[in-house]
């Protein structure tokens, strides 16, 4: 089972940017869908954005035009570039990995999860 780690995490103030990594042991993210996920305390997991093997990436719509994910496969690392951040972005976030998942942006299609790093936003 592939082993994540994230980092990257922290506190800023509302507007500003961060940029999280996850990095995988494994030979190669290659033929990996790997994705982004957050979690707020008493909230669900719900998915940030996805990174598929190859095409275009998949974003939670809310996001869109402030998240940017990115994969490079040769460093075995998935990023997550975060700008304009909102309180509301506060969170805990996870990588995870998976092959084929059924639901690209579905917590229960990944069974490769890291620890997490956290996320706080204030205002």
């Known amino acids: 089972q592939v082993q994540l780690v994230e980092s990257g995490g922290g506190s800023v103030q509302a507007g500003g940017s961060l940029r999280l990594s996850c990095t995988a042991s494994?030979?190669?993210?290659?033929?990996?869908?790997m994705a982004w996920f957050r979690q707020a305390p008493g909230k669900e997991r719900e998915g940030v954005a996805c990174?598929?093997?190859?095409?275009?990436?998949t974003y939670l719509d809310s996001l869109k035009g402030r998240f940017t994910i990115s994969r490079d496969n040769a460093k075995n690392t998935l990023y997550l570039q975060m700008s304009g951040l909102k309180p509301e972005d506060t969170a805990m976030y996870y990588c995870?990995?998976?092959?084929?998942?059924?639901?690209?942006?579905?917590?229960?299609?990944?069974?490769?999860w890291g620890q997490g790093t956290q996320v706080t936003v204030s205002s």
């Open positions: 995870a990995a998976a092959v084929n998942p059924r639901f690209v942006l579905g917590a229960t299609s990944y069974a490769g």
């Open positions: 494994i030979g190669t993210l290659s033929p990996l869908t």
């Open positions: 990174s598929p093997p190859s095409g275009r990436a």
